[in-house]
Nanobody, 116 residues
């Protein structure tokens, strides 16, 4: 059972990236799914979350209006569309399946670097 994140890279400020998280080994259609990021020297923090059905989403204030989280339960994938990127978005991004209130299954991270 694993989550595989992809789509990170180097982009100029104002640009866009689309991160994808593919789940394998089991379906995650019954789990809320999250994207976190961790900048150098900082703690990991929640960026966006999406409910099991996709009907409810959450965004950190710092990314509201710029990032969009979506999921395709038939394909067992979760995406994060990131627009109008800023240098402060530079971080390693992790997808996670929420297994319980405080328990997550983590994918490996994908690095996003935004140059000014």
């Amino acid at each position: 059972v694993q989550l595989q994140a992809s789509g990170g890279g180097l982009v100029q400020a104002g640009g866009s990236l689309r991160l994808s998280c593919a789940a394998s080994g089991r379906t995650f259609s019954t789990n809320n799914m999250d994207w976190f990021h961790q900048a150098p020297g900082k703690e990991r923090e929640l960026v966006a979350a999406i409910s099991r059905s996709g009907g409810t989403t959450y965004y950190a204030d710092s990314v509201k209006g710029r990032f969009t989280i979506s999921r395709d339960n038939a394909k067992n994938t979760v995406n994060l569309q990131m627009n109008s990127l800023k240098p402060e978005d530079t971080a390693v991004y992790y997808c996670a399946a929420q297994l319980s209130e405080e328990d997550y299954l983590w994918g490996q991270g994908t690095l996003v670097t935004v140059s000014s």
